[in-house]
Structures are given as C-alpha cells and as structure tokens.
C-alpha cells in the first residue's frame, strides 16, 4: 500500500508565476490536509478537504492560495503570482476517516520543497 | 487558541547519553499527542502516539509520557547515537477544532556526535 505521495519534490518558480502543488493521499483515504514549514518554523495547518469539499480553509492566506481534491485525481494546492514568502515546505497529509478517536491520525507525504526566485 | 512549544530549541550530545526533549501545549482538551521525527530535506516519520487516556508509550528505545492536566509531554531517548540526529516536532490534535488538524511545535534539533 504505497504511502502519500507529492509531487513535484522539488519546484522553483519565479515571481509572479503560479506553483501547482499535488498530492495523492493512501489508497482508501478521502481526507486531505495541507501544511506549510516555513524555513526554521514548525509546520502550520492550512486547509482541510474532503473529495470535492473544503471542510476548514483557516489556515489559508486570503489571497492568491486555494486548494480542491476532486472526486476523481489528486488534491491540488494552487499558488497565484507566487512571492519569495511563499518558499516554503509543503506537506500534505491524509487520513481514512475524519478524526474523530483518539487512535486516528493523519499519514503525511515527503514534502514539496518550493523555491520562489 | 491551542499553542505548542519545545524546549530545547537545539540540542547536541554525546553519543550514548540518554535525553529527554520536552513538548507543553495550552489548550489540555486534546484527542492525542503524536512525536515525529524530521530528517533535513525529507518529510515525517512518526515515531509515537499518546491518547489522551494514556500516560506513556514506548518503542525500542524511545519512551514518551503524557500529563494532559499540566499540558506537558516529554521523549526520552534512551543511549542515542549518531543515527538519532534529526529535527524531533511534537504534535496535538485539539479538541477545539474537531481534531481536524495537528498543531505543531517547532521541534527541537538533535545532534548526537559519535
């Protein structure tokens, strides 16, 4: 059963293009989560999903940032006009139900590693 | 607002010491309480988790404890060595959101030198 996977694992992008940042969680999962690792900071939630619903986008910038997880492919995180701020680690995490036990938690991918020039 | 915080920031032992990395949190209506590890450039691997009911688990030679009530958690790493270097992050799933998320600390940065 292969894992969660991410891809690209790596992605520069110059300022003012647009990163697409995907993730295909473990077969069977339909909850997705996005975190951000800032450089030296700790991972922050983003967003939360569903298959083809936002369940809880708290986390997420206002602007230029969205995400979906379709009913059918892999959960997208999308970057407009990207900033240098917006370099960052970006992982993405999934589960088989919505987190509701104590035992349950949440599977997380390497990584995409986005570099904004 | 749940907040999590590691102390120390950055840690450098001596090959075979034991150690303990410290985690406290704000908020104690937590579901569970999850250590991961972190190697540089790579994604997480989970090491341990606590449910909100137990005090303590272990494996191989990482024991960690929970005290909900004080908001406190703590992993010993017993006789480290080298291959233990890694960014340690400590992580809670809150009640306040539904335990929709994992609330992450820092982490703290071990080095173990042989």
């Known amino acids: 059963n292969a894992g969660v996977m991410q891809n690209p694992r790596h992605l520069v992008r110059r300022r003012g293009q647009e990163a697409r940042l995907r993730c295909s969680p473990m077969?069977?999962?339909?909850?997705v989560y996005w975190y951000r690792q800032l450089p030296e900071e700790g991972l922050k939630f983003m967003v939360y999903?569903?298959?083809?619903?936002?369940?809880?986008e708290s986390g997420m910038p206002k602007e230029r940032f969205s995400a979906e997880f379709p009913k059918e492919g892999p959960s997208i995180l999308r970057i407009q006009q990207v900033v240098r701020g917006d370099s960052a680690a970006y992982f993405c995490?999934?589960?088989?139900?919505?987190?509701?036990?104590?035992?349950?938690?949440?599977?997380f991918g390497p990584g995409t590693r986005l570099l904004v020039l | 607002k749940q907040e999590v915080t590691q102390i120390p920031a950055a840690l450098s032992v001596p090959e075979g010491e034991n150690l303990v990395l410290n985690c406290s949190f704000t908020d104690s209506a937590i579901y569970n309480l999850q250590w991961f590890r972190q190697d540089p450039g790579k994604g997480l691997t989970s090491l341990l988790l606590i449910q909100s009911s137990q005090r303590e688990q272990t494996s191989g030679r990482l024991n960690a404890s929970l005290d909900k009530s004080s908001g406190r958690s703590t992993l010993y790493i017993a006789a480290s060595q080298p291959g233990d270097s890694a960014t340690y992050l400590c992580?809670?799933?809150?009640?306040?959101?539904?335990?929709?998320?994992?609330?992450f600390g820092e982490g703290t940065q071990l080095t173990v030198n042989p």
């Open positions: 999903l569903q298959k083809e619903n936002i369940i809880d």
């Open positions: 992580a809670v799933r809150s009640e306040e959101t539904s335990g929709s998320r994992l609330t």
């Open positions: 995490a999934s589960s088989l139900l919505r987190l509701a036990g104590d035992k349950e938690t949440q599977y």
């Open positions: 077969k069977g999962h339909s909850h």
